[in-house]
């Protein structure tokens, strides 16, 4: 027998020592998804042609045993999901041929052990959601066979080692929810293949470098009511809807700037073929963009860009840009931004009925292209002829659609 897989059941009890009497010909063992209790058995070190072993989601209480270390032809390990407690084994760094190390969610505690630096083929760490502390170890950062990191929510601190920019093959880094503190290392502009960086929930200054300029950030304006509310709903809302239409949210910042206030951001991929008030406005700003984030008709005392109040569309957001069209506005004699809308005053007034009218239009349009399927959708070049006659009736005053 090369290959025991047990997964996806519901065997509860312990693994019994008796399993390193296995044949050392077996190259796989799989309980993965199972509700076993007690120790990981020392045995298992036994096992030395062992290829893959996948402990994961059950319920081991115990020390990981430093005889995993004897594994040397052992690519894949994965512990995450159980309530193992202890240190990380120093011996981990006598398994060459790992590619894939998985200890999250579990009671981990010490450092992440240099050693780990010896396993020149690894391209999975997740160490995430333990409490692990002590400094990120130089070794592990300079390993160039790395694809995905994730070390978040330990209690990590020092800075990020200088050492990152040797991970050339690097796609995902999350580092976030830690102790961590200092400059974003220049070095991290060396990651070419970078695409999910988290740094958020620790306390990271200076300037990013000039290569992560594919970027775009929303940063929100935490001094405006409900904005805190507003970042939560944003990134629920962000996290569960996919379209091809739609730039991807790279990742989320949460943290402290320099002056010890509350940051809050989203980033996104950068996208360089203008904004929709280009298309709809052709006077536009060629260089501006446009919040299709969590949609916000602005109240007349404030002029800002967040996302907060009436959640609609989902997508890509510019910094420093305001929500709603400028032409919906018109400015005050005392230089405050004022809506043609008026609640108190104006409900009953054809301008303030003409509006409305033009953005139930503009709603109705953006449902019509959120059709589920996508031969139910419009062309693209419809729904812009619809938005063009939408916005010559909010400024020549004719009938909206």
Same mark, same amino acid.
């Given at each position: 027998m090369t290959h025991l897989s047990l997964g996806e059941n519901n065997f509860g009890g312990t693994l019994p020592d008796t399993i390193s009497n296995l044949s050392t010909n077996i190259l796989i063992l799989n309980f993965k998804g199972n509700k076993i209790v007690g120790s990981i058995p020392t045995g298992i070190g036994n096992l030395i042609n062992l290829q893959a072993l996948n402990l994961l989601t059950n319920h081991f209480t115990s020390n990981i045993p430093a005889d995993l270390g004897k594994l040397e032809r052992l690519q894949l390990l994965i512990l995450s999901g159980n309530n193992l407690y202890g240190e990380i084994p120093l011996t981990f760094g006598n398994l060459t041929l790992l590619t894939d190390l998985s200890i999250s969610h579990n009671r981990l505690h010490g450092s992440i052990p240099s050693s780990l630096g010896k396993c020149k083929m690894l391209e999975k760490l997740?160490?995430?959601?333990?409490?692990? !502390? @002590? !400094?990120?170890?130089? +070794?592990? #950062?300079?390993?160039?066979?790395?694809?995905?990191?994730?070390?978040?929510?330990?209690?990590? !601190?020092?800075?990020?080692?200088?050492?990152?920019?040797?991970?050339?093959?690097?796609?995902?880094?999350?580092?976030?929810?830690? #102790?961590?503190?200092?400059?974003?290392?220049?070095?991290? @502009?060396?990651?070419?293949?970078?695409?999910?960086?988290?740094?958020?929930?620790?306390?990271?200054?200076?300037?990013?470098?000039?290569?992560?300029?594919?970027?775009?950030? *929303?940063?929100?304006?935490?001094?405006? /009511?409900?904005?805190?509310?507003?970042?939560?709903?944003?990134?629920?809302?962000?996290?569960?809807?996919?379209? /091809?239409?739609?730039? *991807?949210?790279? !990742?989320?910042?949460?943290?402290?700037?320099?002056?010890?206030?509350?940051? *809050?951001?989203?980033?996104? +991929?950068? #996208?360089?073929?203008?904004?929709? +008030? +280009?298309?709809?406005?052709?006077?536009?700003?060629?260089?501006?963009?446009?919040?299709?984030?969590?949609?916000?008709?602005?109240?007349?005392?404030?002029?800002?860009?967040?996302?907060?109040?009436?959640?609609?569309?989902?997508?890509?957001?510019?910094?420093?840009?305001?929500?709603?069209?400028?032409?919906?506005?018109?400015?005050? *004699?005392?230089?405050?931004?004022?809506?043609g809308i008026d609640n108190t005053t104006n409900q009953n007034s054809i301008e303030g009925q003409r509006i409305e009218d033009c953005l139930i239009s503009i709603l109705k349009v953006g449902i019509t292209y959120s059709e589920e399927l996508l031969r139910d959708r419009p062309a693209m070049n419809e729904v812009v002829g619809q938005l063009h006659v939408i916005n010559n009736a909010l400024l020549g005053g004719i009938t909206a659609l």
């Open positions: 997740i160490l995430d959601q333990n409490n692990l !502390t @002590g !400094t990120i170890p130089r +070794e592990v #950062m300079s390993l160039s066979s790395l694809l995905y990191i994730n070390i978040s929510q330990n209690k990590l !601190t020092g800075s990020l080692p200088v050492e990152v920019g040797n991970l050339k093959n690097i796609e995902e880094l999350d580092v976030s929810e830690n #102790m961590l503190v200092g400059n974003v290392p220049s070095d991290l @502009g060396s990651c070419v293949k970078l695409r999910l960086l988290y740094l958020e929930g620790n306390k990271f200054w200076g300037i990013l470098p000039s290569s992560l300029s594919n970027l775009k950030v *929303k940063v929100l304006n935490l001094h405006f /009511r409900g904005a805190a509310k507003s970042f939560i709903a944003e990134c629920k809302a962000l996290k569960s809807i996919k379209h /091809r239409n739609l730039v *991807k949210v790279l !990742t989320a910042c949460s943290s402290i700037d320099f002056h010890g206030n509350d940051f *809050k951001a989203l980033v996104y +991929e950068f #996208m360089v073929n203008g904004s929709l +008030e +280009e298309w709809l406005h052709q006077n536009g700003n060629k260089d501006d963009g446009r919040d299709f984030g969590l949609a916000r008709f602005l109240p007349e005392e404030h002029w800002q860009s967040s996302s907060i109040g009436i959640r609609g569309s989902i997508g890509y957001a510019a910094p420093g840009v305001n929500v709603a069209d400028p032409t919906l506005f018109q400015q005050s *004699k005392n230089g405050e931004a004022s809506s």
